[in-house]
């Protein structure tokens, strides 16, 4: 166990796992992420790999997408505008069945500019074809890179680690590194599906007209489900190893004769584990479902966890605009027509705290039948209502 | 059947493929059976496409160069998606296209690759004139100030073809696209606009940075090989004619190539680490009317009205220009000796 800042334990963990291609391009707050991963490359720590510093995030990902489809393990990092920035990019890594591991430090999305954490950046490109893996600790965001890397080259698909900005990649706590040999013997050396080679020359990226595009995304779309399987199973093989567990498709948390569910994703659900725990002394059966698992998204799972529940509250940490939150509508989804109510509570944008007792407070007026169905979080409602009166007149 | 095939009395005196009454060493390699054929036929480029002409030879030379330890990195445009219509492919040559903007830095992810895995191959980008200066331009200004080892091939036919002839920063002044129409006070695209990419990738300081046009095919494939000679981020510029956006007869594209650098439009020269080096004088110079009759995207310019008359004077200053700036004027001791 090492006392250590989040994103340095992920640095140690990503070279750990051996990458040949590592290409960043700086934003807050995935930095302390590739500075560390610099120094351990500088070093001499991680031979043979490039540390290649570029002039974009769409760069960074293309640098990658090159280094992989020529047969190396390729990394990089990056969070909020950034992964913006790369969209076209994250989505040609995925056509392509590039087995790219990526780091998002979550960061909210701008307008208005906001360096702070919230789930905005992985919502907005949930849907590019990258599986999108949740971190609840440091421990699991660096742990979670182990798997990351053998589940993308198992599939041929990318896989985004999502950890949240600050919270975690901020944060010190203790982690237990894994030793170079464990993760020697659970991840072996990346074969690619199909690579740049001389000797035997192909074609990689033809254009695809109508007559066969919907089979390559077919093909796709059952390589990502897929995951469902194997992400249970490598957990398993990863706790025979480690003594730990990485990576689930959902964690429940004293779901047992549960009448309210929340439901979340990322670092908030300690913090609720916390309020759940409060609320069963005080007598309330109330438990919890973490979501680590978010693309491909775990229907039967997350209806097998919500099975007994009376109602469910989702926080989350991003707002649709113009419909509601991103991942009540998938739990709406995975439920089916019989479901109980699903409350949608918007929390944590931009960096606001999300207090024990804010939740506490929240969770208790679902369970007593007085939540609405969308509710925001600590908002300062009177300062919207100005503002709103403001708007409408003009 | 010896690889080199001996002349017969009917090919000579032929400027194109072989040119067979050259020594050996000076042909070209289309003149080779071995050659690799990495961009082979079948494909769909439009007749007298020079994007394919010029590709063909680029991509053989450099399969040469390197003895065939090459991949090509190719960005969305009319060579991809003419040579790469699923489940077709006209390249034998390992190949990638990944996205319109991205050639550069994919191409520096796959150099990389190799480079860790200790591996001799060697890598060639390359796309249009849009997917280079404009939307890839961020890309190559990275890949060039990282001195990556990569040769970037710009097959420069000055606008967006492949999506119906729209302007790019490559469109000459006064020419007609789909986006500067031939109407108005100042018809087709305006003057005073534009960019020379291959003095911006010479502002970078890499090791080459060349010009070529299809029209001098042997100048061509010589450049892909002192490009492939050195190592870290080289660029070359190939002039190549769009028939179909310029407007111009496809039995013609070479001599509608030729035209564009005897007038001193496209000015054929060589640098290194920053500085020119060579320069081909233009042995018989020609006003730019020449060339630019020759293609209906200036035909608005050659209607005998003053406007038109005074837009060639200036497109004939750009020109003159050049002469100067890049020593293109020819004197008694460019003579070559045989």
Redesign the interface.
Known sequence: MKQIEGSRAIAETVALCRPEVICAYPITPQTHIVEALSEIVKAGELDPCAFINVESEFAALSVAIGASAAGSRAYTATASQGLLYMTEALYNAAGLGLPIVMTLGTRAIGAPINIWNDHSDAMALRDAGWIQLFAESNQEAADLHVTAFRLAEELSVPVMVCVDGFILTHAFEPVDIATQADVDAFLPPFVPREVLDPADPITIGALVGPEAFTEVKVLAHQRMRRAIDRIPALASEFAARFGRTSGALVRSYRTLEADTVVVALGSVSGTIQEVVDAMRDEGQAVGSVSVVTFRPFPFAAVRQALKHALRVVVIEKNLAIGMRGVLAADVREALGVEAPPVHTVIAGLGGRGITSTSLHRVIGEAHTGTLELEHFLDLDRPTVVRATAKELSR | MSAEQPIKFYQTGTFTVGNRLLSLEKRTVQASIGRSNALTSGHRACQGCGEALGARYVLDAAMRATK????A??ATGCL??FS????E?A?????????F??AA??????????????SD?RVLAQGGDGGTMDIGF??L??MF??NDDVLYVCYDNEAYMNTGVQRSSATPAGARTSTTPAVGGDPGNGFGTGKNLPVLAMAHGIPYVATASVADLHDLEAKVERAMAVHGARYLHVHVPCPLGWGSDPAKTIQVARLAVESGLFPLFEAEHGDVVRSTPIRRRVAVDSYLRLQTRFAHLLDGSVAGAEAIARIQVIADKNVARYGLAFTETDVELP
């Open positions: 065939g330890r090459l991949v990195v190719n991809e998606v790469t219509p699923y489940p492919s390249w034998q040559v390992a190949w990638l296209h990944s996205l903007g991205n830095a994919v191409a520096s992810g796959v150099a990389a690759a190799f480079r860790m895995k200790g191959v961020g890309c200004s990275g100030e990282r």
